[in-house]
């Protein structure tokens, strides 16, 4: 009986694949947080400065603590940008969305209705006011958009590195 020696430990070669079955998981949540920080949240922080929007704001766009299960073979991953108001108006929804103009009246359960404002310590009275149209900015779904392949790419470029360091000079991946 012939032996035929392939210099390969099948043995070394199951548990490696194993091994990284295990750790799998955990590097693509791991590499996609960091592609995701650099590719995609960098670049909307810097939209937003370039338009002069409120570090407050900026400060509180930032990626979603956690992945989001979403399909077999798919990644959620949320963008949060939830700064809101002393009296708890969206503000960093209202930009990215907009909103339309609308009329602000006093409340019509006092005699001589009339909205009082303090700016700067002046007070200031009004029987009612527009408030203009803010139109949407767009930061977040724009810049997903525009970089969501350079992510996919780099991810696939990552996996490839993941496998070759898992699996040593036993594969070879295109």
């Known amino acids: ?18 091994q990284m079955q295990i750790e799998y998981p955990y590097f693509v ?18 939209r937003m400065e370039k338009d002069g929007i409120s570090k407050k704001i900026i400060d509180s766009t930032k990626l979603g603590e956690s992945p989001i299960p979403y399909k077999k073979k798919s990644i959620k991953w949320s963008i949060i940008s939830d700064y809101k108001s002393i009296d708890g108006f969206p503000v960093a929804v209202m930009i990215e969305h907009g909103r339309k103009a609308f009329f ?6 006092r005699p001589n209705a009339t909205l009082k404002f303090d700016i700067d310590n002046k007070i200031f009275f009004s029987k009612g006011h527009d408030i203009p149209a803010y139109p949407a900015k767009n930061f977040v779904r724009d810049t997903v958009r525009e970089n969501r392949k350079e992510v996919k790419r780099q991810l696939n470029l990552k996996t ?15």
């Open 29 to 46: 949540e791991d590499t996609l947080r960091e592609l995701i920080e650099k590719i995609i949240i960098k670049k909307i922080h810097e």
């Open 104 to 109: 602000i009246e006093p409340r019509q359960d």
């Open 160 to 174: 490839k590195e993941f496998i070759r360091a898992m699996m040593g000079e036993n594969v070879v991946i295109p």
């Open 1 to 18: 009986m012939a032996e035929l020696l392939t210099g390969v430990d099948v043995g070394d070669i199951k548990l490696r694949i194993n």
